[in-house]
């Protein structure tokens, strides 16, 4: 529910400044674009989804480099930055958000534990910001949808919507 009324909030925002958005989601699996693509309407604001879960697809779909795969793995600030950025390029959208995380139940490791997720929000000609979040003691699932609303509420906070204080972001 919640994430309905932010993806509508979004959808809003996005419409009233003329903006359309793509996401490229890994962990997600495309639960981020479900949820904008929901709402009757949305065709308008809503460009396209890359749903890029293997290496192979970031590589291929939106041209993150084999370097920076191999130097700092698929969950990371910088494959993060470079998935948003590329779903800008192979697309008409003009603002994109990015996930790639360790949804669990297995993956994690002591540097990447599970329920680390890397969010990266590009927009055309601005620099492109990555964060992430541990949403920890969760299984799959909740991390799944906890991320999925803080690619929403990026995206409606870099439309000049919302907070980001800590408790969201």
Not at 108 to 125: C, I, S
């Amino acid at each position: 529910a919640m994430s309905r009324k932010l993806a509508e909030d979004v959808l809003a925002a996005a419409r009233e400044k003329g903006v359309r958005i793509a996401l490229a989601e890994s962990c997600t699996g495309g639960m981020a674009a479900a949820e904008m693509t929901s709402i009757p309407g949305s065709s308008d604001v809503f460009d396209r989804g890359f749903v890029t879960y293997s290496n192979d697809a970031k590589r291929e779909m939106l041209g993150v480099s084999e370097a920076t795969l191999a130097a700092c793995g698929a969950v990371s600030a910088e494959t993060a930055r470079e998935m948003a950025e590329g779903a800008l390029t192979a697309s008409q959208a003009d603002l994109a958000v990015a996930i790639t995380g360790i949804a669990g139940p297995d993956g994690g490791t002591a540097e990447k534990p599970v329920g680390l997720v890397w969010f990266a929000v590009a927009a055309r000609g601005h620099a492109t910001h990555a964060k992430h979040r541990i949403f920890t003691g969760f299984g799959r699932t909740t991390v799944r949808k906890a991320a999925t609303e803080t690619a929403l509420r990026l995206l409606l906070s870099s439309l000049g919507r919302g907070h980001l204080d800590d408790s969201t972001m």
